[in-house]
């Protein structure tokens, strides 16, 4: 499975951003369970940021809860966060991930290549 994120870019404090995040699978069927984003600043482990599973339940890290929203377009394999009020804290690079199984392999974690998020102040 192959994740391809978009969205990253340069704002000021208080703009929006929204990211992107499609998984694709070279041909091979797959079943998503749930998708997801992360993100690295620099120096600083990666880190947790909001998650949707196939049901729709939704999970963020506190520090953005009011201020992200995580959605998902099933029919697309797409993730998208929406990203409101930003913050220069929230500057990093943003990954998406989602976990996914289908003939021939099992239960995985996949990792996109990484959107650059600026916030500046």
């Known amino acids: 499975v192959q994740l391809q994120a978009s969205g990253g870019g340069l704002v000021q404090a208080g703009g929006s951003l929204r990211l992107s995040c499609a998984a694709s699978?070279?041909?091979?069927?797959?079943?998503?369970?749930?998708m997801g984003w992360y993100r690295q600043a620099p120096g600083k482990e990666r880190e947790f940021v909001a998650r949707i599973n196939n049901g729709g339940s939704r999970d963020y890290r506190d520090s953005v809860k009011g201020r992200f929203t995580i959605s998902r377009d099933n029919a697309k394999n797409t993730v998208y966060l929406q990203m409101n009020r930003l913050k220069p804290e929230d500057t990093a690079v943003y990954y998406c991930d989602t976990a996914a199984w289908g003939p021939g392999f099992a239960e995985s974690l996949f990792w996109g290549q990484g959107t650059q998020v600026t916030v500046s102040s």
């Open positions: 699978g070279s041909g091979r069927s797959f079943v998503i369970a749930h």
